[in-house]
């Protein structure tokens, strides 16, 4: 059975950091691309960055130079450090796993940034 369990969202000041957790079970983590995506209310889910098992990394736009996806194998573990946070990053942030058409998701962890 496959699980991707998320941790570490909460409230946070603006200009604050966080790191998010995802730790993966089921699946042979080291060939699998993990990623954050996240949703906020009213909008579509988008992409916030990705880590392929050859360790290269894609971010968002509006993610760039503030938010960093790291990846540890030996734990299963995937992370998404995010620092300078602004109100706009406000969202529901999704833990996800894809290994060509095999995507798994995890239940989200929400993330809310005062102003």
């Known amino acids: 059975q496959v699980q991707l369990v998320e941790s570490g969202g909460g409230l946070v000041q603006s200009g604050g950091s966080l790191r998010l957790s995802c730790a993966a079970s089921g699946i042979i983590f080291s060939i699998y691309t993990m990623g954050w995506y996240r949703q906020a209310p009213g909008k579509q889910r988008e992409l916030v960055a990705t880590?392929?098992?050859?360790?290269?990394?894609n971010y968002a736009d509006s993610v760039k130079g503030r938010f960093t996806i790291s990846r540890d194998s030996t734990k299963k573990t995937v992370y998404l450090q995010m620092n300078s946070l602004e109100p706009d990053d406000t969202a529901v942030y999704y833990c996800?796993?894809?290994?060509?058409?095999?995507?798994?998701w995890g239940k989200g962890t929400l993330v809310t940034v005062s102003s």
């Open positions: 996800n796993g894809a290994l060509g058409p095999l995507v798994y």
């Open positions: 880590a392929t098992s050859a360790g290269n990394t």
